[in-house]
């Protein structure tokens, strides 16, 4: 359970993280290191060189952004869920960040570590993509920006080039009425969602008229439930028409559902429709 041998630097800005990165052949980010240093421990990555990030303050906060909120990369999940703008603005990250791991993961994990990471086991990147947001990046080319529902390309994989750093996250602000909700169905052990289900839903006049959901833990990327979404305009938002709508989820997998010794991809396809009938329920009741 020792890594093999690595050269550490500390970076003190982005500048110069982005330096480090881009100077040294296979170098890797070191943030929160809940996700790092045990695939370094178990041998599972051996980066010959670590560019701790952990001290470089202008990747720390939350702050207001338009009606939506900026995010550091920094930010630390605890520093999320406690956050009285992330509640206000967008209350269903407050939510999801809550629910991540336990104390202890939750007050050293980072939002950046946990999109660069993109396991799908992982509450954010669901919610981040059912919320529209975008993930800020810098490197050797300068800053830009990528939509949420294009930065998780695969299991561990992201739209990031190499010797870019994820900088902050750019959340929307939620319509003022619209309900939300996050439910996952935690892993006893680790707490990672074996399912997770967030949903945005806006409600006039007792019909839907828009909505956003979005599954993870089922494929190795979130699942935009567009199904789902579509089965809900326009139609009502009693009991059954969302039983209904849930339902539909099951034609939104594209056949690339995973499973393990835990949870079966079957059982997790089947969760999901309950999942998400429950984050439809919450969103409107929430709602209003
Ligand atoms: C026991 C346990 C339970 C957990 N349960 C959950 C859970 O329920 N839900 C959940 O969502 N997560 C869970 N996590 C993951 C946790 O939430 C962390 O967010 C995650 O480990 C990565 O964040 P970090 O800051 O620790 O990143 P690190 O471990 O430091 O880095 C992870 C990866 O991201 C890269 N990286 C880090 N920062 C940046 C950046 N700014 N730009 C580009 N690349 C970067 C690193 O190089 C590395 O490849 C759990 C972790 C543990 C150990």
Known sequence: MFPSQ?????AASVAEAVELLNGNEGAKLL???????????LRLASPPTLVDIGQVAELKGVSADGDGVRIGALTTHAEIAGSALVQERAPVLAEAASRVGDPAVRNRGTIGGNVAHGDPQSDLPTVLTALGATINAAGQNGERGIAAADFFTGLLENALDDGEIVTSVSVPGVASGAGTAYVKFSHPASRYSVV???AIVSVANGVCSSASVVVGGVESTPTRAASVEAALAGSGVGADALAAAASAVSGDFQGDAMGDVYASSEYRQAMAGVYVRRALEAAVARGG
């Open 6 to 10: 690595f050269t550490y630097h500390r």
């Open 196 to 198: 997770g289900a967030a």
């Open 31 to 41: 943030a929160g290191g809940h996700s790092l240093l045990p695939m370094m421990k």
